[in-house]
């Protein structure tokens, strides 16, 4: 199988606070790691590329000081959000791609997480 | 950038109608990918196609990936209730390498 966890589900937080969201692919190691955006009814927009062991790589228009992404091993990254405003509150979902084997560029995703700032 | 065109935005059918739904690009891709999104949860990838003019079937859907891999469509066969919800294409490849176009999904309903 190619599955990928999140947590949280959902969060909830004040403004000013900052969260962070774990993605863990559970039964296959993952070279790259994506962290998607969505907002209500329109496709993912991908936020940044993180490979294991290595610094980020953000897409044009996201802060990488906002959004501070970890990936510290081949089943493990996270996305932290600092100082979370309003505008911030969105649906977040990560993906996770195999390190071997055919479709080793098919990414597999996670359950998504809701993030709603206060 | 790369562009995926995805038809058509929305369907509404009756269960048991076959559906059909298709995206095209400007851009060669090397994979392409169908996935299907229930409301509040992450896509699930429902058919991978790595080889031109591949032609793949999971249960009852089936997907090929043109000959010019520039498109691909979907087609579900006698859709029932729980096939609603969105289906995205994506392309990875080609000039964007690792990374994944999607294209702006299919919002499927299914009138029992």
């Known amino acids: 199988g190619a599955v990928v966890s999140q947590h949280p589900s959902r969060v909830i937080c004040k403004s000013g606070t900052s969260v962070k969201i774990e993605c863990r692919s559970l039964?296959?190691?993952?070279?790259?790691m994506f962290w998607y955006r969505q907002f209500p009814k329109q496709s993912l927009m991908l936020m940044a590329t993180?490979?294991?062991?290595?610094?980020?790589?953000?897409e044009q228009g996201v802060e990488k000081d906002k959004f501070l992404i970890n990936h510290a091993s081949l089943t493990l990254s996270t996305l932290t959000v600092t100082s979370a405003h309003p505008e911030d509150s969105s649906f977040y979902i990560c993906?996770?791609?195999?390190?071997?084997?055919?479709?080793?560029?098919?990414?597999?995703f996670g359950p998504g997480t809701r993030l709603t700032v206060l | 950038g790369q562009q995926l065109n995805q038809s058509p935005q929305s369907m509404f059918i009756q269960e048991g109608e076959d559906v059909s739904m298709n995206c095209t690009s400007s851009?060669?891709?090397?994979?392409w990918l169908w996935y299907k999104q229930d409301p509040g949860e992450g896509p699930v990838l429902l058919i991978a196609?790595?080889?031109?003019?591949e032609l793949t079937s999971n249960g009852r859907l089936t997907a090929q990936f043109g000959i010019t891999r520039k498109d691909s469509f979907l087609n579900i066969s006698a859709s029932i209730p729980s096939d609603v919800g969105i289906y995205f294409c994506?392309?990875?490849?080609?000039?964007?390498?690792?990374?994944?176009?999607f294209g702006k999904g299919t919002l499927l309903t299914v009138n029992p």
């Open positions: 993906s996770a791609s195999r390190t071997q084997g055919i479709g080793t560029d098919t990414q597999y």
């Open positions: 039964d296959f190691q993952a070279t790259t």
């Open positions: 993180s490979n294991e062991g290595s610094k980020a790589t953000y």
């Open positions: 851009s060669i891709f090397n994979t």
């Open positions: 196609l790595y080889k031109a003019g």
């Open positions: 994506a392309g990875l490849g080609g000039g964007s390498n690792y990374k994944l176009t």
